[in-house]
């Protein structure tokens, strides 16, 4: 079975480690972490994980703006991803999944469930 | 121009004997009244001149009063804002009735100095003999607006910088209470146990805070569709099964509901059933079932949730559904739940145009019910008539 890739964005230290274990509780999965925008747009354009799942506020470049980059550029813009965001009011989330995300995943998350809910995000994974 | 306040004026110039006693007392009463109102009051005829405006008028707007008489009142708005001007006098015109302030006609006025405030307008007619005066009642609504703005920010830092936080925390107690980071000595366990169970309080009392504040300032916004009812109810049953088992109450959808759709919004609908289903099971004896039950009656739907729990008291039924309400103080700490859940409940079946009620006797347990619109295609008119549709 192949693993399945995720990379996760988030400029608090400890939310990145927090989701790097959640994630982790599935053997099937990998993990990579970035702390800004800019690093996640060279790190998924080289990786390119099968998901990205990305906080909303972040400094200097935040989540839909990193999404609008990520789409301009071909190795990434099929890319799914999910926001990660403590603001997931209706409304809010209207206004993600119209900029082109998959999908919303509130803060706080249950770290027990979160594999499961990243994966239903991905494509198919083959081999 | 003459109209009625000059009449009146010019009736004051006459000798005090020459007018009528009753309708010089009027007179005086009416120019104290507007005289001592604290909102700015303006009397406009039906072209839209001044006739008459009081002291605070002065204040509010940096001109002085007389030298408004019979000027176009366009001159107190900003240029952009007289499109909108025109628009409320001649939908008043062509319906004059009252419009209260309070109800957000919200305008931006125009001071001597050139500044620009938020002000909203309360419009009265005034019927002398064959013509029509307008009363306007302006209100400077600039601290209103700052509240509101500083409410804003509140609500926002609550939802992010307060959940940012709690994310670590509920996480990290997640993770170590199921073992994710390793077996922990029975103790430990069970004091992790009571740290994780307690943050997610907290996460339900925050989150019920703003849908509150949401609702109650407008802000919620309901998207309205055909919902299966039953669809709904049975999803809500089986999401609450875990905390029933918790404990240890028993929760079941009476087999003879019938499948009827009722329009309403699905998430904010769920939110209702979900709440209704946590308070009965909260307040269930262990091995004690939860009967949640679908009734149609004409165009009515009602939704019903029964326990056995204790039943509600007398002298606590009219506050079942006020905020931060329980039946006993110590009942947050024993039951914990936020006082919130019912008061939503209320909140958000209005919102969507039906009813929401109980019936319940001491030691009988208590049976919530709610009635809303069945679905079909004259429901969507009748709900978005009464502005429900959106908030």
Redesign the interface.
């Known amino acids: 079975m192949t693993n399945l890739r995720i990379l996760h964005v988030d400029d608090e230290p400890d939310i990145r480690e927090l989701v790097q274990m959640s994630l982790s509780l599935d053997s099937d999965v990998t993990v990579k972490s970035c702390s800004c925008g800019s690093e996640a747009l060279i790190e998924a354009a080289e990786w390119t994980p099968h998901v990205i799942l990305m906080d909303v506020m972040m400094p200097t470049m935040d989540g839909p703006r990193t999404l609008q980059h990520l789409r301009e550029n071909g190795a990434t813009a099929k890319i799914p991803v999910v926001f990660m965001t403590a603001r997931a009011q209706t409304r809010e989330l209207t206004h993600f999944l119209s900029l082109g995300a998959a999908g919303v995943i509130p803060k706080p998350f249950d770290p027990m469930t979160l594999a499961g809910a990243v994966r239903s995000y991905a494509p198919p994974l083959t081999g | 121009m003459r109209g009625w306040i000059n009449e009146a004026f010019d009736r004051a110039e006459q000798p005090a004997r020459a007018r009528p006693r009753g309708e010089r007392a009027a007179q005086e009463l009416f120019k104290l009244a507007v005289e001592a109102c604290p909102s700015g009051m303006m009397v406009v005829d039906r072209d839209g001149r001044v006739v008459m405006a009081n002291s605070e008028i002065e204040h509010l707007f940096g001109h002085d009063r007389h030298a408004l008489i019979g000027q176009p009142v366009e001159i107190l708005l900003p240029a952009a804002m007289r499109a909108s001007l025109d628009a409320l006098r001649a939908e008043f015109v062509k319906n004059p009735q009252v419009r209260r302030t309070g109800t957000r006609r919200e305008l931006v006025g125009l001071h001597g100095d050139g500044s620009e405030f938020p002000i909203e307008v309360g419009l009265y007619p005034i019927r002398v003999r064959d013509s029509l005066l307008v009363l306007a009642v302006i209100t400077d609504i600039s601290e209103r607006k700052k509240n509101e703005r500083l409410k804003d920010e509140f609500v ?1 830092t609550v ?2 910088e307060l ?2 936080p ?3 925390i ?3 107690l ?2 170590l209470s ?1 073992g ?2 390793g077996p922990l000595p029975p103790a430990a366990a069970r004091l992790i146990g009571i740290a994780h169970s307690n943050g997610q309080r907290l ?1 339900r009392l925050i989150n019920d805070i ?1 849908d509150i504040e ?1 609702i109650e300032s407008g ?3 309901f ?1 309205l569709e055909p919902v299966n009812m039953r669809g709904l109810v049975e999803q809500a049953v089986e999401t609450s099964r875990a905390y029933a088992d918790t404990l240890g109450v028993k929760v079941r959808l009476n087999i003879q509901s019938p499948a009827v759709e009722v329009y309403a919004d699905t ?1 904010r609908l769920t939110q209702v059933v979900s709440n209704l289903l946590s308070n009965a099971i909260k307040f269930s004896p262990r091995e004690e079932e939860v009967i949640v039950g679908i009734t149609q009656r004409g165009d009515i739907v009602r939704l019903t949730v029964r326990d056995h729990g204790p039943g509600i008291p007398e002298d606590f039924k009219a506050r079942v559904f006020d905020k931060f309400a329980q039946a006993d103080s110590s009942d947050t700490r024993q039951k914990g739940g936020t006082g919130l859940g019912l008061s939503i409940v209320k909140q958000i079946v209005r919102r969507l145009g039906g009813e929401v009620g109980f019936r319940s006797e001491i030691g009988a347990g208590a049976l919530f019910f709610v009635e809303l619109p069945r679905w079909h295609e004259n429901a969507r008119s009748r709900v978005s008539a009464r502005g429900k549709e959106v908030a």
Do not use: E, N
Request: glycine letters at 4%.
């Open positions: 926002s939802s992010h959940r940012t709690l994310t670590s509920t996480a990290s997640a993770l199921t994710g980071a996460v703003l949401k802000q919620m916004i998207h998430d």
